[in-house]
């Protein structure tokens, strides 16, 4: 297999209406009102609250923006509105400062100065006010996470990473882009450098120590079981870097996995416990 740019490209009037059909059959087989999502006013969230919107109609979707003093950022809010505006859903701006200092406060090992536990709890408690909200409201929780970020286990397991149904999540970062751009979402939304908002000037490639540009082709020739060396080769790239992506991709499994438990009984709830499809 040759890895090009082009193996990246996506017939997008086929895949928005899959993703489009996915949501609207899904919500209405679980009998719900529709979905919430959190509306962060970046690519992967303000793609997905755009292919919610279209499928499910405005009116049954409700993005909700969760700005706290640390990681304020008033563009991200005008853009999150912009889109609600752009696109017919309903938008609700909750400010969540004063329970993470709730919370921060009544720990009794909090440490300020570690920033990925702080962090880590910020996108957990986000979880808490979609969940609060979709119970309340009847809705399911649309997660927002793509590809790239899922396989390399970057977010928050029980956070960002928890959802009812992701949508996007087999769609790598650059794809996202691609239809983003194709349903209509704001150009300065689709070009804005990605980041969690979960400490001041947090930036996602920065962290990674790749452009997605690049990460997506290592991941797709590890996804069709390239052998590192292949892969290197032809994006002509470290062996370094193929098996750092790699490495990082193998040892966050356990972020993508239920559970584990032991193995005693007949059945174990888990990928052993199949219902045959006559039983539902």
Not at 41 to 62: E, K, M
């Given at each position: 297999?040759?890895?090009?740019?082009?193996?990246?490209?996506?017939?997008l009037?086929?895949?928005?209406?899959?993703?489009?059909g996915f949501?609207?059959?899904?919500?209405?087989?679980?009998?719900?009102?529709?979905?919430?999502?959190?509306?962060?006013?970046?690519?992967?969230?303000?793609?997905?609250?755009?292919?919610?919107?279209?499928?499910?109609?405005?009116?049954?979707?409700?993005?909700?923006?969760?700005?706290?003093?640390?990681?304020h950022?008033?563009?991200?809010?005008?853009?999150?509105?912009?889109?609600?505006?752009?696109?017919?859903?309903?938008?609700?701006?909750?400010?969540?400062?004063?329970?993470?200092?709730?919370?921060?406060?009544?720990?009794?090992?909090?440490?300020?100065?570690?920033?990925?536990?702080?962090?880590?709890?910020?996108?957990?408690?986000?979880?808490?006010?979609?969940?609060?909200?979709?119970?309340?409201?009847?809705?399911?929780?649309?997660g927002t996470?793509?590809?790239?970020?899922?396989?390399?286990?970057?977010?928050?397991?029980?956070g960002?990473?928890?959802?009812?149904?992701?949508?996007?999540?087999?769609l790598?970062?650059?794809?996202?882009?691609?239809?983003?751009?194709?349903?209509?979402?704001?150009?300065?939304?689709?070009?804005?450098p990605?980041?969690?908002?979960?400490?001041?000037?947090?930036?996602?490639?920065?962290?990674?120590?790749?452009?997605?540009?690049?990460?997506?082709?290592?991941?797709?020739?590890?996804?069709?079981?390239?052998?590192?060396?292949?892969?290197?080769?032809?994006?002509?790239?470290?062996?370094?870097?193929?098996?750092?992506?790699k490495?990082?991709?193998?040892?966050?499994?356990?972020?993508?996995?239920?559970?584990?438990?032991?193995?005693?009984?007949?059945?174990?709830?888990?990928?052993?416990?199949?219902?045959?499809?006559?039983?539902?």
């Amino acid at each position: 297999m040759k890895i090009t740019p082009s193996v990246l490209k996506l017939d997008l009037p086929l895949v928005e209406n899959r993703i489009e059909g996915f949501i609207k059959d899904y919500v209405e087989k679980c009998g719900t009102e529709g979905v919430v999502l959190g509306a962060s006013g970046g690519l992967d969230s303000s793609t997905t609250l755009a292919l919610a919107s279209l499928s499910l109609g405005g009116d049954r979707v409700l993005g909700i923006a969760m700005p706290e003093q640390e990681t304020h950022n008033a563009t991200d809010i005008q853009h999150a509105k912009l889109l609600a505006e752009e696109f017919g859903f309903n938008i609700q701006v909750v400010d969540i400062s004063s329970t993470l200092k709730t919370f921060f406060h009544t720990l009794p090992i909090y440490d300020a100065t570690n920033k990925l536990s702080k962090g880590n709890v910020k996108a957990r408690i986000r979880m808490v006010y979609l969940y609060y909200y979709a119970n309340k409201l009847n809705r399911l929780v649309c997660g927002t996470s793509d590809k790239s970020e899922t396989m390399m286990g970057y977010f928050t397991k029980w956070g960002d990473g928890a959802a009812d149904i992701s949508p996007i999540m087999d769609l790598y970062k650059t794809q996202v882009m691609q239809l983003a751009s194709h349903v209509g979402v704001p150009t300065g939304i689709v070009t804005k450098p990605p980041s969690p908002r979960l400490w001041p000037n947090q930036l996602a490639e920065k962290e990674l120590g790749i452009k997605y540009e690049i990460l997506d082709l290592i991941l797709f020739g590890l996804e069709h079981f390239m052998k590192p060396q292949e892969i290197s080769g032809q994006l002509n790239l470290p062996m370094a870097l193929v098996e750092a992506v790699k490495s990082r991709w193998l040892a966050s499994e356990h972020k993508r996995q239920p559970p584990l438990t032991t193995k005693l009984g007949f059945r174990t709830v888990g990928k052993d416990f199949r219902v045959p499809r006559g039983l539902h």
